[in-house]
């Protein structure tokens, strides 16, 4: 699902004394703190953007699906097809990982890929591929608890503005499922995942996410 491993998340929150009231020292205390920094590692999520059905299919529930992550990188993309296709049977549908028919899929010619394709049964065809990832910054004020001097709230305010500013990243992917006879496709989506941080750690939410839109369509056994 992606070229490289993800980076992992950075999302930061940077402050800074605004003057309000008073002067600074008083409202960080002793230690005269004028800049906090502090790291937040957010929880990753997938979501849908974007989804297509062809409403003309009328084929029912795909049995057997072969799974194809489109990625330069060897490993990243047989954890992920290994993964996703022990899903898929878990869901009821036989799921095939592409690198056992199509070891060289992302720069196979066309009549290898169909080769592969045809050899492995598969009357489904599950491509997927990451369109990108995406840097953000996201600016906002928050208000921190000052420190007083000895007389508590006769010396003024107890608040002051720090800007927050975070970091954060956004994994944009592309799943289509293919009916193998006729190369028809009947379903696509795009994704987002925030904060992506391995194949490894975000293939099974990425994963339940699909596989619960393929069964909303009809496209996968309805879950028992």
């Known amino acids: 699902m992606n070229q490289t491993d993800f980076p992992l998340p950075t999302c930061a929150i940077v402050g800074g004394a605004t003057g309000i009231g008073f002067p ?4 960080i205390g002793a230690a005269g703190l004028m800049l906090i920094v502090l790291l937040v590692a957010a929880c990753a999520s997938t ?3 974007t989804a297509w059905f062809d409403s003309a299919y ?3 529930p795909f049995k057997r699906i072969l ?16 993964m996703f296709a022990q899903m898929l049977t878990a869901a009821g549908v036989q799921g095939i ?7 060289d899929a992302p720069s196979a010619s ?6 592969g394709v045809a050899k492995s049964g598969a009357d489904g065809l599950l491509l997927v591929r990451l369109l990108g990832v995406d840097q953000h910054t996201q600016v906002s004020t928050v208000m ?3 420190t007083i001097g000895p007389y508590g709230s006769a010396w003024g305010p107890m608040w002051y503005a720090v800007p927050n500013v975070q970091q954060y990243q ?6 289509t499922l293919f009916e193998v006879k006729g190369h028809r496709p009947v379903w696509s989506a795009t994704t987002e995942t925030v904060n992506p941080t391995s194949v490894v750690a975000e293939t099974p939410g990425f994963a339940k996410l699909i596989i619960g839109q393929l069964q909303a369509r009809g496209l996968l056994p309805a879950p028992k």
Do not use: C, H, K, W
């Open 24 to 27: 600074a020292a008083r409202r």
């Open 47 to 49: 979501t849908l953007r």
């Open 58 to 60: 009328t084929g029912g």
């Open 67 to 82: 799974v194809i992550g489109v990625s330069g990188n060897m490993a990243d993309r047989r954890v992920f097809e290994d």
């Open 97 to 103: 990982p592409g690198y056992q028919f199509i070891p």
């Open 110 to 115: 066309e009549p290898t890929f169909n080769e």
């Open 144 to 146: 921190v608890p000052a």
């Open 170 to 175: 956004t994994a944009n992917v592309e799943t």
